[in-house]
């Protein structure tokens, strides 16, 4: 039965996230099952795709098709919600659409269009050759080669929205408004945040190749997740300190900077609103775990051995596009290198503990009214 189950592992888990998946979307769940597995959604596309790719790359065939059309499914739905993110933000409170609407929401979707396209730069073996003299990728791996088309296309995609329209849509008043009207903004946000920690994880070591080419341990050395000493979680507290202090007097001239070019700044006030509901001593220390160990062990410990410093923190950025402007999304790339440093010079394991004692500061901070 063992010898079964590792034969066909790559097999079962398409089999356990398609039920996964259709089970969410059927609308029979409901109650805490449902909220556990509605959060496995955001990963699920991500495992299916590693999976697939790792069946191709062993059997080759129609499997190598199946892995491209799932990958250009997935990059249409992250292209599908950025827009939709982004024509909510376009949309007038008074249901009036007027030509100029119109235009915004063309140049919305041809900048996602051409983001989406550009993605695809990855399947040239040209530029893999080329990529190859900067990160330990290996051009001729198929894997590796799908793994680079989606770091690419969330690298390009999220940002189009901010390029078009000068505003995140998270900060939009469309999107704030529909929030505060429905009271979800100051909803416990506890389980939720513990059930996507629970679900990245998972998601992590699957894609790492957990159960599938490397064991547990060799999956936990491949993300850099091992038992910290002492000195190097005193080293990490102390770090996070540090660039919670840094950051105190960099922001202000990142935004500065970023206005002086006329280029929008992040309204921190409204930031802080879509905080609201994890400014609880429960949610800012779910929250700082889940974004600090969730964060580090996908971008710096899944991501960083293959695709080097630069390109994961560049994707670290960009995953923040919805929620920050410009100067917002160059502190993050800048924190994103700090960890990235860490994790090449100790292990994933420190740079978690760093990001999530950083994220708890300021939580903190933001819950007895200090705003940034």
């Avoid at 220390?285 to 991501?303: K, M, N, P, Q």
């Amino acid at each position: 039965m063992l010898k079964f189950l590792r034969r066909h592992v790559e097999g079962l888990v398409l089999i356990f996230f398609g039920l996964l998946f259709a089970l969410v979307i059927s609308g029979l769940l409901e109650g805490g099952i449902e909220s556990f597995l509605t959060a496995a959604l955001d990963v699920t596309p991500f495992v299916i795709l590693a999976m697939f790719a790792y069946l191709a790359e062993e059997r080759g065939g129609a499997l190598r098709w199946i892995a491209v059309v799932w990958l250009f499914l997935l990059i249409g739905g992250i292209a599908a919600v950025t827009a939709g993110f982004g024509v909510l933000s376009i949309l007038p409170d008074t249901g009036e659409f007027d030509l100029d609407m119109a235009a915004d929401v063309a140049l919305l979707l041809l900048a996602i269009l051409g983001a989406a396209t550009a993605s695809l730069i990855g399947f040239s073996r040209r530029f893999r050759v080329w990529l190859s003299r900067y990160i330990p990728i290996e051009p001729d791996s198929f894997v590796q080669r799908i793994a680079l088309v989606t770091v690419l296309a969330l690298i390009l995609i999220p940002p189009a929205p901010l390029l078009v329209m000068g505003v995140p849509p998270y900060l939009s008043e469309p999107f704030i408004k529909l929030l505060t009207e429905s009271g979800d903004i100051f909803a416990d946000t506890v389980r939720i945040n513990a059930y996507s920690l629970f679900w990245t994880l998972i998601a992590s070591f699957l894609i790492a190749g957990a159960c599938v080419r490397r064991t547990l341990p060799e999956a936990l050395e491949r993300l850099g997740l091992v038992r910290p000493a002492g000195r190097e979680i005193a080293f990490a507290v102390l770090a996070a300190v540090v660039l919670v202090v840094a950051f105190h007097f960099i922001d202000p001239l990142l935004a500065a900077l970023v206005g002086y070019f006329g280029l929008p700044v992040t309204d921190t006030g409204t930031v802080n609103l879509l905080f609201a509901g994890s400014l609880t001593l429960p949610g800012i220390i779910v929250a700082s775990i889940t974004a600090g160990f969730g964060e580090e062990v996908t971008i710096r410990g899944l991501l960083q051995p293959r695709f080097g410093i630069l390109l994961p923190a560049l994707l670290f950025a960009s995953l923040h596009a919805f929620q920050y402007s410009w100067d917002g999304l160059i502190s993050v790339f800048l924190a994103g290198i700090v960890f990235a440093y860490i994790r090449r010079y100790s292990s994933t394991t420190t740079s978690a503990v760093t990001h999530t004692v950083y994220d708890l500061v300021l939580f903190a901070l933001l819950m007895a009214g200090v705003s940034f």
